[in-house]
């Protein structure tokens, strides 16, 4: 027997959009006009991610819009077939709006939802030098002069399965020549970006350990989170981060149970905004911290800002503006957050610091004629090749 809905509200549709620069929004309608907002993400896999949003909206269209937790494990394991990125960013959108609609019909943030803010404020980063990293102390005193004190950078460009003491030698100088430029007024956070093969890593991981980072990101490739042990040093004092691509709490426990990791990211527009809050909890247990990953548009920064509001073990989080993915990568139209809010002061840093959101829902308000109106594209992915010819890791 369906569980029953005490205020009768149902799902009445779910759309979705593509808007520049690379983000797919979800928008989901109830039965009494209430609207709510998700984004989902898999940019270069867009037709496949709209697909599986309409396949879910068959399936849960006219159900209860108040039962968040079971329509979730609906969407997520009602199939024989389930898991992997594409339905779990669907599901997570979908799951997102149907927050962001129970909390504006009460009046209230969805962190009010979540056991209520445990901070004023929420620290973030910005990113710098851009894919292949470049300009590092130039864009690192742009970011300082708007407010921010943590960067990130990607580590490398392409690295092969061993490599030579030259270009080991580019990483370590690129990061000294930063933390020489700025000295400790900037942290600063180095992204392997999965990019970097296990022999290379653990030489690098010791040899970037003076330089006083807030993390390491993705050490290795994906799939290969059982190396972590055996690559990574144990008497390094740098902290190591991954998670980006991991969609569930279940995923994550065997990083915190060998005891390697110290960062957890998980990106809302893969987790959903109550298996984030679960994924906090736990990571709490380990002592552990979480640092949702957030390069996206503007509903998965709102969701994730709702997260770490209440949530204590989340020092800090990722946003995009300014990204070099939103100037235009890969041929795509540029486009920044703020284009499709009515008011963009709730995404807005003062000193590289959000203040915790008090609006209804997730506490922002979409332009929907900018949304409806923005420029059609689609993201081939990038092919990136070592000197001799073969595929390399991006």
Same mark, same amino acid.
């Given at each position: 027997?369906?569980?029953?809905?005490?205020?009768?509200?149902?799902?009445?549709?779910?759309?979705?959009? &593509?808007?520049?620069?690379?983000?797919?929004?979800?928008?989901?309608?109830?039965?009494?006009?209430?609207?709510?907002?998700?984004? &989902?993400?898999?940019?270069?896999?867009?037709?496949?991610?709209?697909?599986?949003?309409?396949?879910?909206?068959?399936?849960?269209? /006219?159900?209860?819009?108040?039962?968040?937790?079971?329509?979730?494990?609906?969407?997520?394991?009602?199939?024989?077939?389930?898991?992997?990125?594409?339905?779990?960013?669907?599901?997570?959108?979908?799951?997102?709006?149907?927050?962001?609609?129970?909390?504006?019909?009460?009046?209230?943030?969805?962190?009010?939802?979540?056991?209520?803010?445990?901070?004023?404020?929420?620290?973030?980063?910005?990113?710098?030098?851009?894919?292949?990293?470049?300009?590092?102390?130039?864009?690192?005193?742009?970011?300082?002069?708007?407010?921010?004190?943590?960067?990130?950078?990607?580590?490398?460009?392409?690295?092969? @399965?061993?490599?030579?003491?030259?270009?080991?030698?580019?990483?370590?100088?690129?990061?000294?020549?930063?933390?020489? &430029?700025?000295?400790?007024?900037?942290?600063?956070?180095?992204?392997?970006?999965?990019?970097?093969?296990?022999?290379?890593?653990?030489?690098?991981?010791?040899? !970037?350990?003076?330089?006083? !980072?807030?993390?390491?990101?993705?050490?290795?490739?994906?799939?290969?989170?059982? $190396?972590?042990?055996?690559?990574?040093?144990?008497?390094?004092?740098?902290?190591?981060?991954?998670?980006?691509?991991?969609?569930?709490?279940?995923?994550?426990?065997?990083? !915190?149970?060998?005891?390697?990791?110290?960062?957890?990211?998980?990106?809302?527009?893969?987790t959903g905004i109550g298996e984030l809050v679960a994924i906090a909890r736990m990571a709490e247990a380990y002592d552990v911290a979480v640092a949702p990953h957030c390069p996206n548009g503007p509903v998965s920064l709102a969701a994730s800002l709702q997260v770490a509001s209440a949530s204590r073990n989340v020092p800090v989080l990722e946003q995009s503006v300014g990204l070099h993915y939103n100037?235009?990568?890969? /041929?795509?139209?540029?486009?920044?957050?703020?284009?499709?809010?009515?008011?963009?002061?709730?995404?807005?840093?003062?000193?590289?610091?959000? $203040?915790?959101?008090?609006?209804?829902?997730?506490?922002?308000?979409?332009?929907?004629?900018?949304?409806?109106?923005?420029?059609?594209?689609? @993201?081939?992915?990038?092919?990136?090749?070592?000197?001799? /010819?073969?595929?390399?890791?991006?």
């Open positions: 027997m369906t569980p029953t809905s005490p205020t009768g509200v149902r799902i009445e549709a779910i759309e979705t959009f &593509a808007v520049a620069p690379r983000w797919i929004l979800v928008r989901v309608r109830a039965s009494d006009g209430t609207e709510g907002w998700g984004e &989902a993400i898999v940019p270069k896999r867009r037709r496949a991610v709209t697909g599986a949003v309409a396949d879910l909206a068959d399936n849960i269209v /006219g159900e209860p819009a108040d039962h968040i937790e079971d329509l979730t494990w609906r969407m997520r394991n009602g199939a024989f077939f389930r898991g992997g990125p594409i339905l779990e960013t669907a599901a997570a959108a979908v799951e997102q709006a149907l927050w962001d609609i129970k909390a504006r019909r009460l009046g209230v943030p969805v962190h009010d939802l979540l056991g209520g803010a445990v901070r004023t404020t929420v620290r973030a980063y910005a990113w710098v030098g851009g894919d292949r990293p470049r300009d590092l102390v130039e864009h690192t005193r742009a970011r300082q002069a708007q407010g921010f004190d943590m960067v990130k950078l990607n580590a490398t460009e392409e690295l092969d @399965l061993i490599e030579s003491a030259h270009q080991l030698d580019a990483v370590v100088t690129r990061v000294a020549e930063l933390r020489d &430029a700025v000295g400790n007024d900037v942290d600063i956070a180095l992204d392997f970006h999965g990019r970097v093969h296990r022999a290379v890593a653990r030489a690098l991981i010791r040899e !970037l350990d003076q330089f006083g !980072l807030m993390w390491i990101e993705e050490p290795l490739p994906p799939g290969h989170e059982d $190396a972590y042990p055996a690559v990574i040093p144990p008497d390094r004092s740098t902290p190591i981060a991954t998670g980006e691509r991991l969609t569930s709490r279940m995923a994550m426990r065997g990083l !915190l149970a060998d005891g390697v990791v110290d960062v957890l990211q998980p990106d809302v527009s893969l100037q235009g990568y890969g /041929g795509l139209p540029t486009g920044e957050i703020f284009d499709y809010l009515t008011d963009p002061a709730p995404l807005r840093t003062q000193a590289g610091r959000f $203040a915790v959101p008090q609006g209804p829902g997730l506490g922002i308000e979409m332009d929907t004629d900018a949304v409806t109106g923005s420029p059609p594209w689609s @993201l081939r992915d990038p092919v990136w090749r070592l000197p001799d /010819g073969r595929s390399a890791e991006w």
